[in-house]
């Protein structure tokens, strides 16, 4: 045992030299340009206002569930959230979990079998990575965005093939070519699941439904603790999927089931949605306002996520104390979150964020690249 603490504590000695030991701390009081609370929703007075008369009026919704969906935890208000979200995304049904990575688990350890091939684009989100480890299919990678390396690969392998990928990726802020993927995955019969994460939100109700590819997508995963400013996550997938995941997914079956004000206060985040418009131009006006400042990115100039390169680890956390020092919280990424050589320091853009906010932050980011 004292060996394994002493193996431990080298390990964590390591990450400290190198200045990339993650530790627990409380939220920093500066201006936001981290957070992925996109649209503002997670500190909106009127949607918080709203999900407070409703608990005041159903108090019951503040209590446990008790167990699993399989036992007592399924809810007139689970159902119910459920079907609300297939029918906004136009899809045939959905699946609720408790999070974004508790839904990848489901999705990559359950629906491949031991004869089945997960090809996944290199930048993946790690809850897929860790899915994969659950399965018993082959994983692949291809090149980042790389339709070519995509067809490729596709072309070279017998039996079912899952291709993962994200509609908008959390580190470089870049957009898949989602369109051309789901043309070469329907070429060669392979299942295309794609996690909507970052896209939902900023991009309606994310690049799956914006170009009506719900018939060409095996299952797309929808996260509600980001744009939406709440929690948890949904599969949109048809009866089929849905109905195999409750049978067979792990991370399903197992876990018990969240409080019902988090599906209400998913509900109601929809329905905010629908009638406010305003965080969302909003945000895209502040997107278009960092990228007049010409700062060199790989992010799409439509993306909040906006990540600034700067391969050498002292420099970047200069550069991010400086930002702290002036009140911009920001996130520096290190590796092994990313390859060696590609840390970088993480912006994230909101709907709140002011122009004089976006001028001073990018200013000192321009002194230091």
């Known amino acids: 045992m004292l060996n394994h603490l002493h193996y431990f504590q080298e390990a964590l000695d390591k990450r400290k030299e190198n200045q990339t030991l993650r530790i627990l701390k409380l939220r920093s009081e500066g201006v936001d340009f981290y957070s992925n609370d996109y649209l503002g929703l997670a500190r909106n007075k009127e ?25 007592s935890g399924n809810s007139k208000e689970v159902i119910e959230t459920e079907n609300i979200i297939s029918k906004e995304h136009q899809n045939e049904s959905a699946l609720l979990f408790s999070s974004g990575y508790n839904a990848n688990l489901a999705l990559f350890s359950t629906l491949p079998n031991r004869h089945d091939t997960i090809i996944v684009d290199e930048k993946i989100h790690r809850s897929v990575h860790d899915a994969c480890k659950m399965s018993n299919a082959r994983k692949l990678k291809f090149k980042h965005n790389d339709v070519g390396d995509l067809e490729r690969i596709l072309k070279r392998q017998n039996g079912n ?12 802020g870049d ?3 989602i369109c ?12 295309l699941i794609v996690d909507e994460a970052h ?101 799409s100039e439509n993306s909040p996520i ?14 991010q104390g400086t930002l702290l020092s002036e009140g911009f919280l920001t996130y520096a990424v290190f590796s092994p979150t990313v390859k060696q050589g590609t840390e970088r320091l993480r912006i994230c853009l909101h709907s709140f964020n002011t122009e004089e906010e976006i001028m ?10």
């Open 199 to 299: 896209s939902f939100g900023v991009f309606g109700y994310g690049l799956v439904e914006k170009y009506q590819l719900q018939t060409m997508v095996l299952a797309t995963v929808i996260t509600y603790g980001k744009a939406l400013g709440s929690h948890g996550a949904a599969i949109l997938c048809d009866e089929v999927v849905k109905s195999y995941l409750v049978n067979f997914a792990s991370p399903f079956i197992y876990t018990t089931a969240a409080q019902d004000i988090q599906w209400r206060s998913i509900k109601t985040g929809y329905e905010f949605l629908k009638t406010n418009k305003n965080p969302s131009s909003s945000l895209l006006k502040n997107i278009k306002i960092f990228h007049q400042q010409n700062i060199k990115t790989p992010s």
């Open 175 to 177: 957009l898949a070519p």
């Open 306 to 319: 906006q990540a600034v390169l700067v391969s050498d680890n002292h420099r970047l956390k200069d550069l």
């Open 161 to 172: 093939c899952y291709v993962a990928i994200e509609s908008l990726y959390s580190m470089d």
């Open 360 to 369: 001073g932050l990018t200013t000192i980011i321009k002194d230091f690249i």
């Open 180 to 191: 051309e993927i789901a043309e070469i995955t329907k070429k060669y019969n392979a299942f």
């Open 47 to 71: 949607l918080q206002n709203l999900l407070l008369k409703q608990i005041n009026d159903n108090p019951h919704l503040l209590s446990g569930s008790t167990g699993s969906r399989l036992i």
